[in-house]
């Protein structure tokens, strides 16, 4: 139903900033909640934000609120990820998902996924 492209990984010294992009293709996101998750070896995608298309309304975890925020541009059919104040512990491969209808924490939740942008926070 939706695809997506994330953008923007790379590698940035603690303390320093990123934005990630995740561009939706073939259809509008009216009826849609977009969000981030990211991975870490050994562990499953963790929760880090999300965004209800229609209102904006935003939710963030625990460990990345007041840091990182996330928005879309609905002309561009494009959310992003702005993050600030990056620690080693945000290193990770970050994931753009979706899902159709009200909002979720679980990554099981979301039906459509990007293929990743490698995250890395030097010391």
């Known amino acids: 139903q939706v695809l997506l492209a994330e953008s923007g990984g790379g590698l940035v010294q603690a303390g320093g900033s990123l934005r990630l992009s995740c561009v939706a293709s073939?259809?509008?996101?009216?009826?849609?909640?977009m969000g981030w998750f990211r991975q870490l070896p050994g562990t499953a995608r963790e929760f880090v934000a999300t965004?209800?298309?229609?209102?904006?309304?935003?939710s963030y975890g625990d460990s990345v609120k007041g840091r990182f925020t996330i928005s879309r541009d609905d002309l561009k059919n494009t959310a992003y990820l702005q993050m600030n104040s990056l620690k080693p512990e945000d290193t990770a491969v970050y994931y753009c998902?979706?899902?159709?209808?009200?909002?979720?924490?679980?990554?099981?939740?979301?039906?459509?996924w990007g293929q990743g942008t490698q995250v890395t926070v030097s010391s």
């Open positions: 998902a979706a899902r159709r209808g009200f909002t979720s924490r679980k990554s099981d939740d979301f039906s459509s």
């Open positions: 073939g259809r509008t996101l009216d009826s849609y909640t």
């Open positions: 965004i209800i298309w229609s209102t904006g309304y935003t």
